[in-house]
């Protein structure tokens, strides 16, 4: 009895003792890094022989700090390895052939819009304010920057240039990281720099290029443990590669093909005329506790989170688990062959992440 009445009191204290020191490892955690800490960093990663390395880590510092995305090592390097792959590190790189390609472009843009071709040509043959037409500045272009500011000044020299040739600029994506106009436009609130003029300028410039590329390839939360995936979602959109891995496990159920391309659904697609893989879908019906209109809702949600929390994402990875007896793939790369007037052999979506993949392991090594 005497024993026990002291030993009671000693396992109490000892407990006491223990959560303290939990709380208190628990409140004071590691310190945050400084910036100079983060700058430090990302310059030791970046490869050999990037010039004004102290520029490049002060504008992706910027790009991580502002957008308040975790500069760790993982990060930091999904970034560098991006735009050491798209770029090399440089701000505005020159394209080979770019007239040739310019021009090819704007045609085949001018016919989808039905513009006629003598609209094009007699707008190049207009003098530019320094005397050189249109045409001789196009010729003399050596990269997407340069392109797109020619364009833009025909643009505004052509009577009703805007309403004649505003959707024919043939640049569609710039800067370091290759990002996509349309995308930085439709993510421009909270840009932090000041403006000198459109967003399309801000991102042919490295702080916006590094803006709004950091914000496509990690301003989202998605269900991936590997990078790679990130990486092909950054060439072929936000979650391509979890919606082919649901395309997949509902293709494996009905035992039907279908591209894995990651679309979900057509953008603005009627529910009465479904495309491919709302199809698929609609064939695994009776084993779905899901009517047409539920199956239309959750395929719309496929460029969003939410798609992981509808029945639709749960019931088809059920039934494909089930089948398979393990469980299937929640990310896939997508299949898709790219296309583009840079590109001049054949290349895919599964190329690129493996690739970058490749330069982000040896920016971890660094």
């Known amino acids: 009895m005497h024993r026990t009445s002291f030993s009671l009191p000693r396992r109490i ?11 208190f490892a628990g409140c004071s955690g ?23 390395r102290k520029g490049w880590a002060n504008d992706l510092y910027a790009a991580f700090a502002t957008q308040k995305i975790e500069p760790g090592a993982s990060n930091l ?36 819009l039905h513009v006629p071709r003598f609209v094009v040509d007699a707008a190049l043959r207009i003098d530019a304010p320094d005397g050189r037409s249109y045409a001789e500045h196009l010729a003399a272009v050596r990269t997407e920057q340069q392109l797109s500011e020619v364009f833009e000044q025909m643009i505004s020299a ?24 349309a995308f930085a436009q439709a993510h421009a609130r909270g840009y932090p720099y000041p403006m000198e003029g459109s967003i399309r300028h801000e991102v042919f ?14 301003g989202y939360r998605a269900p991936y443990t590997d990078p790679l995936y990130r990486f092909a979602d950054f060439n072929a959109g936000w979650y391509a590669s979890r919606n082919a891995a649901f395309q997949s496990a509902a293709s494996r159920v009905a035992h039907m093909s279908l591209a894995l391309d990651g679309d979900l659904l057509r953008p603005g697609a009627a529910r009465d005329v479904p495309g491919a893989t ?15 209109a539920a199956i239309h809702r959750a395929l719309a949600l496929g460029e969003s989170p939410d798609f992981e929390t509808t029945d639709l994402y749960r019931e ?21 062959a790219l296309h583009s007037p840079k590109i001049t052999r054949r290349l895919t979506t599964a190329w690129f992440a493996r690739r970058a993949r490749e330069r982000w392991t040896r920016c971890m090594r660094r």
Do not use: K
């Not at 400084?34 to 050999?48: F, G, L």
């Open 13 to 23: 204290g000892t407990t006491c003792v223990v959560l303290a020191a939990l709380v």
């Open 30 to 52: 590691p310190p945050p890094r400084s910036a100079a800490d983060v700058r430090a960093e990302i310059a030791r990663r970046m490869p050999a022989g990037v010039a004004d």
């Open 77 to 112: 390097c999904s970034a560098i390895a991006v735009i050491e792959q798209e770029s090399g590190f440089r701000a505005d790189p020159p394209v080979p052939g770019l007239p040739r390609i310019a021009r090819a472009e704007i045609d085949r843009r001018a016919a989808a």
């Open 158 to 181: 052509v009577p009703m240039g805007q309403r004649l040739l505003g959707g024919l600029n043939p640049v569609h994506t710039a800067g370091p990281m290759q990002v996509s106009i």
């Open 205 to 218: 410039s490295r702080r916006g290029g590094l803006y709004f590329g950091v914000r496509h390839l990690l």
């Open 278 to 292: 709302e199809r698929v879908v609609r064939a695994l019906r009776p084993r779905l506790a899901l009517d047409d």
């Open 316 to 336: 088809v990875f059920a039934l494909a688990d089930a089948a398979a007896h393990a469980r299937v793939p929640r990310a896939l790369l997508p299949e898709i």
